[in-house]
């Protein structure tokens, strides 16, 4: 099964990178990345050290509710662009492993769906997701803080 890796939408970064008010109507913070550690959660690359960034609350979700997480994430300060190619493991994913959750066509968790996951298995897991009919997307969070990373769809 063909996997993507959807990055958040570019006007949603376009936005941030404006000064546009975060998910808690905070102006983004920009400050200078530091090594290997700050993952742009729309070109999925790791920003390179020095570089300026921004520090914000986003909710990968369309709407408000419950199941609706707000969290911080790193985006480049500068333009950037989404990967051309949404298949590839993106770099981003750089740490040992991650959390893979999916959610309902209604953006809620589907409970049972939720493990700490092997980043090298992470697209066999996810495609084990997708076997349950529930499933509609899948997000990929920080296994130490449940940062979002990156959101998963289906080819």
């Known amino acids: ?27 983004p913070e920009r400050v200078i990345a530091t090594a290997g550690a700050n993952p742009c959660r729309h070109c999925l690359t790791l920003i390179p ?27 480049c300060a500068d333009r950037c662009e989404a990967p051309k190619d949404d298949t590839a493991t993106p770099e981003v994913l750089a740490s040992p492993d991650y959390i893979l959750r999916g959610y309902s066509a209604d953006h809620r968790i589907v409970y049972g769906s939720g493990a700490v996951v092997a980043t090298g298995q992470l697209r066999d897991e996810a495609v084990r997701r997708f076997a349950d009919p529930r499933i509609a997307y899948c997000h990929v969070r920080s296994a130490r803080n449940n940062c979002f990373q990156v959101r998963i769809d289906r080819g």
């Open 49 to 75: 050290e020095g570089a300026p960034m921004l520090i914000l609350a986003h909710r990968p979700f369309p709407a408000p509710q419950p199941y609706a997480e707000v969290g911080p994430i790193f985006l």
């Open 1 to 27: 099964m063909p996997l993507h890796f959807t990055p958040i939408p570019t006007e949603i970064a376009r936005h941030y990178q404006a000064g546009g008010a975060d998910a808690n109507g905070q102006t």
